[in-house]
């Protein structure tokens, strides 16, 4: 079973910053993508970023040039650098984590964490 523990998120004026952190423990023999996603209210899931073993990254359009995803592959921790906040970015942030343990890949989610933008 793996674990993955959010933290950082929180209420934050337009045009702030927030950093959200996850870290993944338990059955893990190599972590092959971490990422975020968000879910508003009435809408569905978004990727937000994912990075990939090797360092490649993905931004949705939405953050591009104000987000930035980083990772610790040593404490198998997923960070999300978010600035310029707007009220748009207004959602639950969840971790997302494909993983492969026993020649098996798998994904796992966070259990999520608000991230709310005041105008």
């Known amino acids: 079973q793996v674990q993955l523990v959010e933290s950082g998120g929180g209420l934050v004026q337009a045009g702030g910053s927030l950093r959200l952190s996850c870290a993944a423990s338990?059955?893990?023999?190599?972590?092959?993508?971490m990422g975020w996603y968000r879910q508003s209210p009435g809408k569905q899931r978004e990727l937000v970023a994912t990075m990939i073993t090797g360092g490649s990254t993905v931004y949705a359009d939405s953050g591009k040039g104000r987000f930035t995803i980083s990772r610790d592959n040593a404490k198998n921790t997923v960070y999300l650098q978010m600035n310029s906040l707007k009220p748009e970015d207004t959602a639950v942030y969840y971790c997302?984590?494909?993983?492969?343990?026993?020649?098996?890949?798998?994904?796992?989610w966070g259990q999520g964490t608000q991230v709310t933008v005041s105008s």
């Open positions: 997302h984590i494909h993983s492969r343990y026993n020649n098996l890949v798998s994904e796992y």
């Open positions: 338990g059955s893990i023999s190599s972590i092959i993508t």
